[in-house]
């Protein structure tokens, strides 16, 4: 089975590519340098220079001196990379460091350094003994501790095709071979992932997926991880959801003092958190829908219009992220009248507010099935436009964040997710707020009652300041929200292992 389609281009002469024993030289842990490189691959500085003074010159085959996007994608098709993994625009971008649209040897080599370290460091981390070479069962290791599944026939062909000479280990020559043109992180489940695609486009006799790939054995625990997160987030910040319902249903102009003073006297602190229950019920189902919903939305897309699903666009992820955020929203609906209907019922007939099974039930005999998706249509109007600028705009965001305040390809740390989380929740959230508030009036009402009908009664009874009733409390649970779901996130990862 062809299985390296040109990749041995990628390091220059055979004969820099000879192998004095059965590992490289290098047994020693601690900080990495291109010292540790150098002997690694047995070069000297000089004839590394020249290799890639090589391969730079083979990607400026027509000697201007430079490398554009179109060059990069040629060179990687005369080293018979196929168009389904390689990564031109990404390599592109990332060698670019001024950002003046071509790469010249200065970048070029720059990116080579970085990337070599960068390889050479999660190779020392996987041979664990540092034999300076990487056997079949640390590799293995090393992929059931990132939380993936590979049975022995799956390590086998990863090993076949990184290993050129068959001798049933990699070298770091051969490692970096494998990996010196993929431009995104190598961490190992990326490494992993670019393996996936390379076998799966392989110009093999048997082009096909192996069974059992991309089994995580701890995607549950992720699950998990998440559900915690959001359940803490949405317990912390439910005082300020319990405040912007109740705004949003008052007829008369909403001070936020009057409101609070309304929750003590009906329920004490309890009942700031009434309605709580439920929408930690709804965290797992709706994130775990609307995730998984807006990957599959986004690889459709990219499949359909022959590009990455990481290239998609703009409005393309727009879609795909309104598109997933009306599925889960339309399959947890009835929770959600149900938790405004618990937040809302005191309010309205100044009695104590029942179970959550004696409320459902009323709803179900008096008002029908019909009544649990009573405001569907104005939720899904605002939920598409929602979650479509909320995803697109985070994604756009953290691009911005790589091209103007990272370097290289580094990937965003923790305060900068944050912020682009926060600074596109509240755009999302303003945007389409109106609906919202229509939303929660017609889950409120127990008369039947059409979106148009309760817009024009809201505009001509109250203005147009009653569409942005509550929208204060609700932009304030945005970075606490953020901030809680981050932290512990964080936290169930290390307490369930997934780091």
Same mark, same amino acid.
């Given at each position: 089975?062809?299985?390296?389609?040109?990749?041995?281009?990628?390091?220059?002469?055979?004969?820099?590519?000879?192998?004095?024993?059965?590992?490289?030289?290098?047994?020693?842990?601690?900080?990495?340098?291109?010292?540790?490189?150098?002997?690694?691959? $047995?070069?000297? $500085?000089?004839?590394?220079?020249?290799?890639?003074? %090589?391969?730079?010159? /083979?990607?400026? %085959?027509?000697?201007?001196?430079?490398?554009?996007?179109?060059?990069?994608?040629?060179?990687?098709?005369? #080293?018979?990379? +196929?168009?389904?993994?390689?990564?031109?625009?990404? #390599?592109?971008?990332?060698?670019?460091?001024?950002?003046?649209?071509?790469?010249?040897?200065?970048?070029?080599?720059?990116?080579?350094?970085?990337?070599?370290?960068?390889?050479?460091?999660?190779?020392? !981390?996987?041979?664990?003994?540092?034999?300076?070479?990487?056997?079949?069962?640390?590799? *293995?290791?090393?992929?059931?501790?990132?939380?993936?599944?590979?049975?022995?026939?799956?390590?086998?062909?990863?090993?076949?095709?990184?290993?050129?000479?068959?001798?049933?280990?990699?070298?770091?020559?051969? *490692?970096?071979?494998?990996?010196?043109?993929?431009?995104?992180?190598?961490?190992?489940?990326?490494?992993?992932?670019?393996?996936?695609?390379?076998?799966?486009?392989?110009?093999?006799?048997?082009?096909? =997926? +192996?069974?059992?790939?991309?089994?995580?054995?701890? $995607?549950?625990?992720?699950?998990?991880?998440?559900?915690?997160?959001?359940?803490?987030?949405?317990?912390?910040?439910? +005082?300020?959801?319990? #405040?912007?319902?109740?705004?949003?249903?008052?007829?008369?102009?909403?001070?936020?003092?009057?409101?609070?003073?309304?929750? *003590?006297?009906?329920?004490?602190?309890?009942?700031? /958190?009434?309605?709580?229950?439920?929408?930690?019920?709804?965290?797992?189902?709706?994130?775990?829908?609307?995730?998984?919903?807006?990957?599959?939305?986004?690889?459709?897309?990219?499949?359909?219009?022959?590009?990455?699903?990481?290239?998609?666009?703009?409005?393309?992820?727009? /879609? !795909?992220?309104?598109?997933?955020?009306?599925?889960?929203?339309?399959? =947890?609906?009835?929770?959600? #009248?149900? @938790?405004?209907?618990?937040?809302?019922?005191?309010?309205?007939?100044?009695?104590?507010?029942?179970?959550?099974?004696?409320?459902?039930?009323?709803?179900?005999?008096?008002?029908?099935?019909?009544?649990? &998706?009573?405001?569907?249509?104005?939720?899904?109007?605002?939920?598409?436009?929602?979650?479509?600028?909320?995803?697109?705009?985070?994604?756009?965001?953290?691009?911005?964040?790589?091209?103007? =305040?990272?370097?290289?390809?580094?990937?965003?740390?923790?305060?900068?997710?944050?912020?682009?989380?926060?600074?596109?929740?509240?755009?999302?959230?303003?945007?389409? &707020?109106?609906?919202?508030?229509?939303?929660?009036?017609?889950?409120?009402?127990?008369?039947?009652? %059409?979106?148009?009908?309760?817009?024009?009664?809201? =505009?001509?009874?109250?203005?147009?300041?009653?569409?942005?009733?509550?929208?204060?409390?609700?932009?304030? @649970?945005?970075?606490?929200?953020?901030?809680?779901?981050?932290?512990? &996130?964080?936290?169930?990862?290390?307490?369930?292992?997934?780091?």
């Amino acid at each position: 089975m062809s299985s390296h389609h040109g990749v041995e281009h990628v390091g220059l002469p055979t004969k820099m590519k000879s192998k004095q024993g059965s590992c490289n030289p290098v047994k020693k842990p601690g900080p990495v340098s291109m010292e540790h490189v150098l002997v690694a691959l $047995r070069e000297t $500085r000089e004839e590394r220079d020249l290799r890639i003074r %090589s391969l730079f010159n /083979f990607f400026d %085959s027509e000697n201007v001196g430079y490398l554009d996007c179109a060059q990069i994608e040629k060179g990687l098709i005369a #080293l018979q990379i +196929p168009s389904g993994y390689k990564y031109a625009k990404e #390599l592109f971008r990332v060698c670019d460091a001024n950002r003046d649209g071509r790469v010249d040897y200065h970048e070029f080599r720059r990116y080579m350094d970085d990337k070599e370290l960068e390889l050479y460091r999660i190779f020392q !981390a996987i041979d664990v003994e540092h034999n300076g070479c990487i056997s079949p069962e640390g590799l *293995w290791d090393s992929l059931v501790k990132a939380g993936i599944e590979i049975n022995d026939e799956e390590l086998a062909r990863f090993v076949e095709h990184v290993d050129k000479d068959n001798d049933g280990i990699i070298l770091f020559e051969e *490692w970096r071979d494998f990996l010196l043109l993929y431009p995104h992180e190598a961490t190992i489940e990326n490494i992993y992932h670019h393996w996936e695609r390379v076998c799966l486009v392989d110009i093999g006799e048997q082009a096909v =997926i +192996p069974e059992g790939m991309s089994k995580h054995v701890k $995607r549950s625990n992720y699950f998990i991880a998440g559900g915690i997160a959001g359940a803490a987030s949405r317990t912390a910040t439910a +005082p300020l959801d319990r #405040l912007k319902v109740l705004m949003q249903i008052q007829k008369t102009d909403a001070k936020i003092r009057e409101a609070v003073k309304t929750i *003590w006297n009906q329920g004490g602190v309890r009942g700031f /958190f009434r309605g709580n229950g439920l929408n930690i019920v709804k965290v797992a189902p709706e994130s775990a829908i609307k995730f998984y919903a807006y990957e599959l939305f986004k690889n459709a897309i990219g499949e359909n219009m022959g590009e990455d699903k990481a290239d998609i666009g703009t409005t393309a992820r727009l /879609f !795909a992220g309104g598109m997933a955020g009306a599925v889960a929203q339309a399959s =947890i609906y009835p929770l959600d #009248l149900v @938790k405004t209907r618990l937040q809302t019922c005191t309010s309205q007939a100044g009695a104590v507010c029942p179970r959550i099974g004696t409320l459902t039930k009323d709803i179900l005999v008096h008002e029908g099935p019909r009544a649990f &998706y009573k405001g569907l249509f104005p939720s899904l109007l605002g939920i598409i436009p929602y979650a479509g600028i909320d995803l697109a705009a985070y994604e756009k965001l953290k691009d911005l964040s790589r091209t103007y =305040i990272l370097q290289e390809d580094a990937e965003p740390g923790p305060l900068i997710q944050l912020g682009c989380g926060t600074i596109s929740g509240a755009l999302g959230a303003t945007c389409v &707020y109106p609906l919202q508030v229509v939303r929660t009036r017609m889950q409120a009402e127990r008369t039947r009652t %059409s979106m148009s009908g309760v817009f024009r009664r809201t =505009i001509s009874e109250e203005g147009y300041k009653a569409l942005y009733r509550g929208l204060l409390p609700n932009l304030l @649970k945005v970075v606490p929200a953020a901030s809680i779901t981050y932290m512990v &996130y964080e936290a169930m990862k290390k307490s369930l292992e997934l780091d």
